[in-house]
């Protein structure tokens, strides 16, 4: 109850727990880099990247619901239903970017209701959420009749699966995304809103925040984010699948929860959560490149994140 | 020392949060069968002390006995099986469980090789304890059908269960009625007699000196004295406990003539009925009420946090939108909530951070915080309150509650906010903040704030008030002007009346 008194002393300029996340990022990679030689090749490392960057982008999203207190279990549906409304509109001949402002509108508007049902409606996320999963994924395959969209134009899939300097296309978008989200968090008022209302949702009401337009703008996010990993893998696939995205949202759970934020709301990092993707990237790429079985990768997943969370409760030095 | 011959042996114990110096080397004794006061204003450090003692927070100093063994508490299941236990103001038990189920919640008599619980057994026993103390109580019936009284006794029955020899209790007739004390008292002289030790902790100096033997004073953290109470009177130990510097300041009214805020007949279903009243500049106004009478009730509803059934509110001649706590700071308003952890202060975030929540839009420029000049603002203020220390950019729940209601009012002057509403300023702050508070309160009003305080404790509204409003059961029951308010007056009016007419028509507003 009397907590308040154990707290750390001060909350550092660096973010220690970043340093953690870096820290160990850096242990799984020596581990691999002595295991297999070529893991820590500059091909194979950018492969990583590319590997993590659509996880990366849907758990950036979800850093942002967590931290507000909430949670996103529809964002798998979400990229499906985004990506197969991105497909049919590049097919009836809509000019691509058009097509993919189409996409992502439709993952934001999937997030609004999310938001609307969670913020205006008083609802659980965790319940809302897990309702819109059922039902965006009845929608995308309703409207496909369970079949793939096929036909992608060939320029947008040429544009997903380029390269700039040497680094492929959807590293680079996932990298500007993170880079205006790291501002978005902390250094705008939305930011500080976000962390107030998760911190404290009735401190944040009672001190003028607005806390349910708040909540809808970080569930609008997070479609828009999904829309756009789906419109990624939909470039790499050259198709859309109703079926894309089935259990995204564990991974970007634990991406996120890797990186520090933390489920009860009011902490997480945009740079952690980045972190968090590359290591559940690279532990699931060293595997493979040592041949080792998918089901001991699923081991290894699992391992790490709960390390990662004894390790984060030992170092917060705090026992409840 | 004599360890011997003490049930309970405090020596030179201390506890320092940052900072703040809860208990500053604190030493005592509890006699075997002794009923042993422990007075001191809020923030004393007696609620520290009894965390202590029941191991839920550890002395960074001293030691503790008992029966002149050395005590290492580290969780709060040593202080048990050391014989102490305590009894909370909050009663803790599961509702709906029954009676007996709460006297062995954690540690049940089992049968089957201890596989199934006997509750038959359980019952036996419970009404065996029970009996001694109040044989009406059905161990079958669910706790929450209970009594609050009756509740209590659940919870000493389960402390004589653990075979306690130290049982304290936390402001335990906060919520009975004088016949239930009464018995209470009767009780808790049947325990002493067979032994048991009690520690009493209560505001209430006629309670105090009805059941205890001795009291030990504490002030500021620190031990003061440990007196027999057949040798002193109720006011050497207020003065002790209270000490040096409260001697009354004369109140300084800095009320101007122009009426600022004007609430209009506001009514929510059945905690406020048609409140109609108004507020000067510079004014501070003082809420004074039972707890329920409706106080908190009227500064949330005026602070659009929760919504009115009926009427208005109106800030400098224009009616304020009172949909969302928004509005109302938009309009002027800012609330200083009674319940900091839960109200006021998002914990982990900055100092800074609290203090820039209503009123982003002034630290930012395109779109961006402007970090630097909203540490410089923020450090301003909290300088000129006094901080310590004043380094904004560390988390709030690290500081004090003192500090951390610097902060919030803080906020409300970077906000730049013309009627400031506080719901018990001073609940759970020690007392040098205290004092600081008031002056600051006293501050607000020169500069033209005008100001509502809701307090509980009567010597607080008087010091602070130009006006007394008295809430009764949800109505406004009399405004007193600054030469009509003593506590005498503001009892009468807050004590409801079981008969009789209605309080006849009062001169309700009265110019200050």
């Known amino acids: 109850m009397t907590q308040t008194p154990t707290l750390s002393r001060s909350t550092p300029r660096i973010n220690l727990r970043d340093a953690g996340t870096f820290f160990g990022l850096i242990l799984i990679f020596a581990v691999f880099a002595v295991l297999n030689p070529v893991f820590l090749t500059a091909p194979n490392l950018v492969n990583i990247l590319q590997q993590s960057s659509i996880n990366a982008c849907i758990a950036l999203g979800m850093t942002f619901i967590i931290i507000s207190g909430g949670i996103d279990l529809s964002v798998g549906p979400t990229a499906a239903v985004s990506a197969i409304v991105g497909a049919s509109l590049m097919l009836a001949g809509v000019p691509i970017p058009l097509a993919v402002i189409g996409a992502v509108a439709t993952g934001m508007a999937c997030g609004l209701f999310n938001g609307t049902l969670v913020a205006v409606a008083g609802l659980q996320p965790f319940i809302v959420t897990l309702g819109a999963l059922s039902l965006y994924r009845a929608l995308a395959l309703i409207f496909t009749g369970g079949n793939p969209i096929f036909g992608i134009p060939p320029q947008f899939r040429e544009a997903i699966n380029g390269?700039?300097?040497?680094?492929?296309?959807?590293?680079?978008?996932?990298?500007?995304?993170?880079?205006?989200?790291?501002?978005?968090?902390?250094?705008?008022p939305l930011g500080e809103y976000i962390l107030a209302v998760g911190g404290n949702p009735e401190a944040a009401r009672i001190a003028g925040v607005p806390v349910a337009r708040t909540k809808i703008t970080v569930y609008v996010l997070s479609g828009g984010l999904a829309a756009v990993a789906a419109l990624i893998l939909t470039g790499r696939l050259g198709a859309a699948d109703p079926t894309m995205g089935n259990l995204w949202e564990l991974d970007a759970i634990a991406a996120a929860a890797i990186g520090g934020a933390s489920l009860m709301g009011g902490k997480g990092s945009v740079i952690g959560t980045l972190m968090g993707a590359v290591i559940l990237g690279g532990l699931r790429n060293g595997l493979t490149l040592m041949n080792?079985?998918?089901?001991?990768?699923?081991?290894?997943?699992?391992?790490?994140?709960?390390?990662?969370?004894?390790?984060?409760?030992?170092?917060?030095?705090?026992?409840? | 020392m004599t360890l011997s011959a003490s049930r309970?042996?405090?020596?030179?114990?201390?506890?320092?949060?940052?900072?703040?110096?809860?208990?500053?080397?604190?030493?005592?004794?509890?006699?075997?069968?002794?009923?042993?006061?422990?007075?001191?204003?809020?923030?004393?450090?007696?609620?520290?002390?009894?965390?202590?003692?029941?191991?839920?927070?550890?002395?960074?100093?001293?030691?503790?006995?008992?029966?002149?063994?050395?005590?290492?508490?580290?969780?709060?299941?040593?202080?048990?099986?050391?014989?102490?236990?305590?009894?909370?103001?909050?009663?803790?038990?599961?509702?709906?469980?029954?009676?007996?189920?709460?006297?062995?919640?954690?540690?049940?008599?089992?049968?089957?090789?201890?596989?199934?619980?006997?509750?038959?057994?359980?019952?036996?026993?419970?009404?065996?304890?029970?009996?001694?103390?109040d044989p009406h109580i059905n161990p079958r019936a669910p706790i929450h059908t209970l009594k609050v009284a009756q509740q209590q006794i659940v919870e000493i029955a389960r402390a004589l269960l653990d075979d306690a020899r130290i049982i304290a209790m936390d402001e335990p007739t906060s919520s009975l009625t004088p016949s239930e004390f009464e018995s209470l008292a009767a009780l808790i002289a049947r325990l002493a007699a067979t032994g048991v030790s009690i520690i009493y902790v209560s505001h209430k100096m006629n309670e105090v000196f009805q059941v205890c033997d001795r009291a030990t004073i504490l002030r500021d953290g620190r031990f003061i004295d440990t007196v027999a109470l057949a040798d002193v009177t109720?006011?050497?130990?207020?003065?002790?406990?209270?000490?040096?510097?409260?001697?009354q300041e004369r109140h300084v009214s800095?009320?101007?003539?122009?009426?600022?805020?004007?609430?209009?007949?506001?009514?929510?279903?059945?905690?406020?009925?048609?409140?109609?009243?108004?507020?000067?500049r510079g004014e501070v106004l003082g809420i004074a009420g039972l707890v329920g009478s409706g106080r908190t009730e009227l500064l949330r509803l005026i602070a659009g946090i929760d919504r009115a059934r009926t009427g208005r509110v109106m800030l400098n001649g224009a009616t304020v939108d009172l949909r969302n706590p928004r509005t109302a700071i938009r309009a002027g308003i800012g609330l200083v909530p009674e319940e900091r952890k839960k109200d006021g202060i998002v914990r982990e975030r900055s100092v800074a951070s609290n203090i820039a929540l209503p009123c982003m839009s002034r630290f930012t420029r395109f779109g961006l915080v402007r970090r630097r000049a909203l540490h410089t603002e923020a450090t301003m203020l909290m300088k000129k309150m006094g901080m310590r220390p004043p380094d904004v950019s560390r988390a709030i729940g690290t500081f004090s509650g003192g500090n951390q209601?610097?902060?919030?009012?803080?906020?409300?002057?970077?906000?730049?906010?013309?009627?400031?509403?506080?719901?018990?300023?001073?609940?759970?702050?020690?007392?040098?903040?205290?004092?600081?508070?008031?002056?600051?309160?006293?501050?607000?009003?020169?500069?033209?704030?005008?100001?509502?305080?809701?307090?509980?404790?009567?010597?607080?509204?008087?010091?602070?008030?130009?006006?007394?409003?008295?809430?009764?059961?949800?109505?406004i029951a009399a405004i007193l002007n600054s030469d009509a308010i003593s506590e005498d007056a503001i009892a009468a009016h807050a004590i409801p009346r079981s008969r009789g007419p209605d309080f006849p028509a009062q001169p309700l507003e009265a110019q200050p």
């Open chain 2, 234 to 247: 109720e006011d050497q130990v207020i003065a002790r406990m209270v000490g040096r510097d409260i001697a």
């Open chain 2, 405 to 475: 209601q610097k902060a919030i009012i803080g906020r409300w002057l970077a906000a730049d906010v013309d009627i400031l509403l506080f719901d018990e300023p001073t609940r759970g702050i020690d007392i040098g903040a205290k004092a600081e508070i008031y002056d600051l309160i006293a501050d607000l009003a020169k500069a033209g704030k005008s100001i509502i305080v809701v307090s509980s404790e009567l010597p607080e509204i008087i010091r602070l008030s130009d006006r007394v409003m008295v809430m009764r059961e949800g109505h």
């Open chain 2, 254 to 280: 800095h009320a101007r003539p122009e009426i600022v805020l004007q609430v209009e007949d506001l009514s929510a279903d059945r905690l406020i009925r048609n409140a109609s009243f108004s507020l000067h």
């Open chain 1, 292 to 320: 080792v079985q998918a089901f001991y990768q699923l081991l290894a997943t699992g391992i790490i994140i709960i390390a990662a969370m004894l390790i984060d409760r030992a170092t917060r030095g705090r026992t409840r």
């Open chain 1, 163 to 188: 390269l700039v300097m040497g680094i492929p296309v959807p590293v680079i978008i996932v990298a500007i995304i993170a880079a205006v989200l790291w501002v978005v968090l902390n250094r705008t």
């Open chain 2, 8 to 133: 309970l042996s405090l020596v030179g114990v201390s506890k320092t949060f940052p900072g703040i110096r809860a208990l500053d080397n604190v030493s005592f004794d509890v006699r075997p069968g002794e009923v042993h006061g422990l007075l001191g204003e809020n923030g004393a450090g007696k609620s520290t002390l009894l965390n202590i003692l029941s191991a839920v927070l550890s002395a960074t100093a001293g030691k503790i006995f008992i029966d002149g063994q050395p005590l290492s508490l580290s969780r709060p299941a040593d202080a048990r099986a050391a014989g102490i236990a305590m009894i909370h103001q909050e009663l803790q038990h599961i509702p709906e469980l029954t009676v007996s189920q709460n006297l062995f919640l954690g540690r049940p008599l089992t049968m089957a090789g201890g596989v199934l619980v006997d509750r038959r057994q359980q019952e036996r026993r419970a009404r065996e304890i029970l009996a001694d103390l």
